[in-house]
């Protein structure tokens, strides 16, 4: 028996052997796979992997005071229910002596594939419970985009992105692509929300086929 996992990095068949090893395989329907997102289920229990709380040595020590060791001290392992405890007495502190506009949980971070994995979902709700928080406006990926384009042609990224012009469309009625920084097929391979099928590599071979040039404006 198999079942399928959607990543970043494509969508993948994962099945369990006699001895509950998890395997994945490419997605036979997906024409360009992602072939590093196989060593998912190896890193799922990596030596490397954190397993605990861990806090550093000498903040537990000396709370409040720089000892100077930050970036090269030793990391301690803790219960999780003494991570509570340290997190929640320093979260109360910081609101009780400066508000909850100094607390930062604005930080962008892509985290697991689908909502509930969002990482800066979930800590916006918790913060938002805990009276609020200061945060940050677009993000390091699409910031200027975000800003320029509706200037320049009238709509806002995220609506150009998900109404976007297909590949087929392209290569049959498209004689020029205009690039702005070019279009390296690593970049195709990753999506915030989850992949099923990889199409740009075919969708550019097929635009290549039927003639339609590409112009590239780059450093």
């Not at 998912?40 to 005071?65: C, H, M």
């Not at 020029?176 to 097929?185: A, E, I, K, R, S």
Request: aromatic share 12%; proline share 3%; charged share 20%.
């Amino acid at each position: 028996m198999s079942s399928f996992v959607s990543t970043h990095w494509g969508t993948y068949r994962f099945s369990q052997d006699a001895n509950k090893k998890i395997k994945l395989a490419n997605w036979n329907l997906d024409s360009s796979p992602t072939k590093f997102g196989l060593g998912l289920a190896d890193a799922a229990n990596d030596s490397l992997r954190i397993t605990q709380p861990f806090v550093r040595k000498g903040w537990l020590e000396n709370k409040g005071k720089s000892d100077g060791k930050r970036g090269k001290d030793d990391f301690i392992p803790i219960s999780w229910d003494k991570a509570f405890e340290l997190a929640s007495e320093e979260l109360l502190k910081t609101k009780n002596t400066y508000g909850n506009s100094a607390i930062f949980a604005g930080s962008y971070g892509w985290a697991s594939a689908g909502r509930f994995h969002h990482a800066k979902s979930q800590v916006n709700r918790f913060f938002n419970l805990f009276g609020g928080f200061s945060s940050s406006f677009q993000s390091y990926s699409y910031a200027a985009a975000q800003t320029l384009l509706p200037h320049i042609i009238g709509a806002d990224l995220y609506s150009t992105l998900e109404d976007h012009t297909t590949w087929n469309a392209l290569s049959s009625d498209c004689e020029l692509v205009l690039m702005f920084g070019g279009m390296p097929l690593k970049n195709s391979k990753v999506s915030a929300g989850g992949v099923g099928k990889h199409t740009t590599e075919l969708g550019i071979k097929k635009c290549f086929d039927n003639g339609v040039e590409f112009v590239n404006i780059s450093p």
